[in-house]
């Protein structure tokens, strides 16, 4: 058999301040790091990065990743890591038993998936078991089964942020945000083994209608490619688009030193999109109901102005308009909101109220005392008069 040869890309970084999103990255060249002595299927690295486990051909080596050298190997059809521990990780095996290794060392703990029919095995968080439609999770200290959360399609991968408290279930035809409670499990495992699992582990934050080509957790923000070849990022159940894709793209990675996302097709043409993590944190705090930290990092200038319309919509959509109408700059966004919070200022220039009073009756229709209230202080009453009887239709 012929022996693969693993290499790793070296990027040239492009200034932060003077990258274009979506140019080319150049390449600096590529640093062979080694032969891997099977055909890789999977190629997973471990939480800090320093180790890099392959798996295929039924069986799995975990190398060093700076050079390739040996650290344990065996057999298994599936591998995961888990996210605390650098040496903590699962496999499943060929007679589909999970066993669990702490410390590339086997802890003797493993276990049969009954709640599932068993297709496949992510790690993370908690170990997860995948059948057609459902995802069975399981305890790394026990292997005792924790809950299992059902959906409408085949599942295709898990996402488990740093923290260890929330997970992405991204399915065919959607992707579900949940969050986990490790406070009740354990109070739950304390109490002794359930077959029937742990009640309310999990809880649906949020289920978005898009299908997840790849992605990663940033902070409390999920960042991911979507089959529709665009490269979005959800917070709280909302879902902001940061660029349209003109190919099938993937992500490689966010660093948080450069505030870039970087992604490559599959000819390894690399291309970046700024993504600030100030943003992120901000309004990570937004959803948190904390807006003295939010406030704290608006005010510090981490956030430039250009950013503030943005900012100003994702406040509106979490329904804190009067906060999104101190941040808005933008004129016209600045007028829809000071209609729904009823705070409309006298001085704006008479041509841009005329200009945007047509948007304004459809978006938002006032009363018509209120209107001719509003005018009769903004124009004379000719003006208010001109203007109704030119006007197809009058605010109910």
């Not at 276990?111 to 069975?136: H, Q, Y």
């Not at 009740?184 to 978005?208: C, N, P």
Request: aromatic share 12%; proline share 4%; net charge negative.
């Amino acid at each position: 058999m012929v022996c693969p040869l693993l290499s790793q890309p070296c990027l040239f970084p492009p200034p932060p301040k003077t990258a274009t999103d979506g140019e080319s990255v150049r390449l600096a060249g590529e640093k062979d790091l080694g032969t891997c002595e099977l055909y890789p299927q999977q190629c997973l690295h471990n939480n800090n990065g320093r180790f890099l486990a392959v798996c295929g051909d039924g069986e799995y080596i975990v190398y060093t990743a700076g050079v390739l050298r040996n650290k344990c190997f065996g057999n298994a059809v599936d591998f995961g890591w888990s996210t605390f521990g650098t040496g903590d990780y699962a496999i499943r095996d060929q007679d589909l038993q999970v066993k669990i290794f702490k410390s590339f060392k086997d802890t003797g703990i493993s276990f049969r998936p009954s709640e599932v029919d068993a297709e496949c095995m992510w790690g993370g968080a908690l170990i997860a078991v995948k059948s057609n439609d459902a995802v069975a999770f399981y305890d790394w200290d026990t292997g005792y089964y924790i809950q299992r959360i059902d959906v409408p399609a085949m599942p295709k991968a898990v996402y488990w942020n740093d923290a260890g408290d929330k997970v992405i279930i991204a399915t065919r035809e959607a992707f579900y945000h949940l969050t986990f409670n490790r406070d009740k499990m354990e109070e739950t495992l304390s109490q002794g083994r359930s077959e029937d699992g742990v009640d309310e582990a999990f809880v649906l934050e949020a289920e978005i209608q898009e299908v997840v080509r790849s992605g990663q957790w940033v902070g409390d923000c999920f960042l991911y490619v979507s089959k529709s070849g665009r490269l979005n990022y959800s917070v709280g159940g909302q879902t902001m688009t940061l660029s349209h894709l003109d190919r099938k793209m993937y992500m490689l990675g966010y660093v948080g030193r450069e505030n870039r996302v970087y992604l490559c097709d599959k000819q390894m043409n690399v291309t970046s999109y700024l993504l600030l993590t100030s943003v992120l944190e901000y309004q990570t705090w937004v959803l948190r109901d904390n807006f003295e930290e939010a406030n704290a990092i608006l005010n510090s200038g981490a956030i430039p102005d250009t950013e503030n319309n943005k900012i100003s919509r994702f406040l509106e959509s979490q329904g804190f308009r009067e906060e999104a109408l101190e941040v808005a700059n933008d004129p016209e966004q600045r007028f829809s909101l000071a209609l729904q919070v009823k705070k409309i200022s006298l001085q704006q220039p008479t041509v841009s109220w005329l200009a945007w009073s047509q948007r304004w009756m459809d978006d938002c229709p006032p009363s018509l005392f209120l209107f001719s209230h509003l005018f009769s202080h903004l124009f004379s009453h000719l003006l208010l008069l001109q203007f109704i009887s030119s006007s197809s239709s009058f605010p109910n």
